[in-house]
């Protein structure tokens, strides 16, 4: 037996269940907002995601994935500081698009701690990259210079969260890019 086709589009409904745990985060979120969000009912929610565990799973790897390619553009860049410039400065932006809720899914649910640490790993790899090539000194340590940088994407989305302006996000970009040693 084939059921009923689903009258929804799947796709469309995992974003905007994106942009509701985003907005609210997981804990705050309930069936009754997704539903809403999304444009379906409980059952077909139940269908098509199984549980709301279920569905925060895929709608944050979703979330996650973007924020890997967005991330991995950047390390793309020539050299670290381009590379962490990028990062930065497109974190800025992102945290503060109109057309999106503000600050960032990634750093501000804690249930995504494990995605964090993927994140950390990533920046640290190309700034690893960065002292072997020589455009970060040799006294720059990869994972402590991550550390600090996740801290700051973090706080620049707690700021945007708060009312922060690109501009102010930017700045804050821009301080931490001071903070980071020049090649001698």
Same mark, same amino acid.
């Given at each position: 037996?084939?059921?009923?086709?689903?009258?929804?589009?799947?796709?469309?409904?995992?974003?905007?269940?994106?942009?509701?745990?985003?907005?609210?985060?997981?804990?705050?979120?309930?069936?009754?907002?997704?539903?809403?969000?999304?444009?379906?009912?409980?059952?077909?929610?139940?269908?098509?995601?199984?549980?709301?565990?279920?569905?925060?799973?895929?709608? %944050?790897?979703?979330?996650?994935?973007?924020?890997?390619?967005?991330?991995?553009?950047?390390?793309?860049?020539?050299?670290?500081?381009?590379?962490?410039?990028?990062?930065?400065?497109?974190?800025?932006?992102?945290?503060?698009?109109?057309?999106?809720?503000?600050?960032?899914?990634?750093?501000?649910?804690?249930?995504?701690?494990?995605?964090?640490?993927?994140?950390?790993?990533?920046?640290?790899?190309?700034?690893?990259?960065?002292?072997?090539?020589?455009?970060?000194?040799?006294?720059?340590?990869?994972?402590?210079?991550?550390?600090?940088?996740?801290?700051?994407?973090?706080?620049? %989305?707690?700021?945007?969260?708060?009312?922060?302006?690109?501009?102010?996000?930017?700045?804050?970009?821009?301080?931490?890019?001071?903070?980071?040693?020049?090649?001698?």
């Amino acid at each position: 037996m084939a059921g009923r086709p689903r009258s929804f589009d799947r796709e469309s409904a995992l974003a905007a269940a994106v942009e509701q745990f985003w907005r609210t985060g997981y804990e705050e979120t309930t069936i009754a907002m997704l539903t809403r969000a999304m444009g379906v009912t409980p059952p077909s929610l139940y269908a098509a995601f199984g549980d709301k565990d279920r569905l925060f799973e895929e709608a %944050s790897a979703l979330y996650f994935r973007r924020t890997c390619e967005a991330v991995d553009r950047a390390a793309a860049r020539p050299t670290a500081r381009g590379a962490i410039t990028t990062m930065l400065d497109d974190t800025a932006r992102a945290h503060t698009d109109p057309e999106t809720p503000l600050g960032c899914l990634m750093l501000t649910e804690p249930r995504l701690a494990a995605q964090r640490e993927v994140l950390h790993g990533r920046i640290s790899d190309r700034i690893a990259r960065g002292v072997t090539e020589g455009d970060l000194p040799e006294t720059v340590q990869p994972d402590e210079l991550a550390s600090f940088l996740v801290a700051v994407m973090r706080g620049m %989305s707690g700021c945007a969260r708060d009312g922060g302006s690109t501009d102010e996000l930017l700045a804050i970009a821009g301080a931490a890019m001071a903070a980071i040693p020049a090649p001698s």
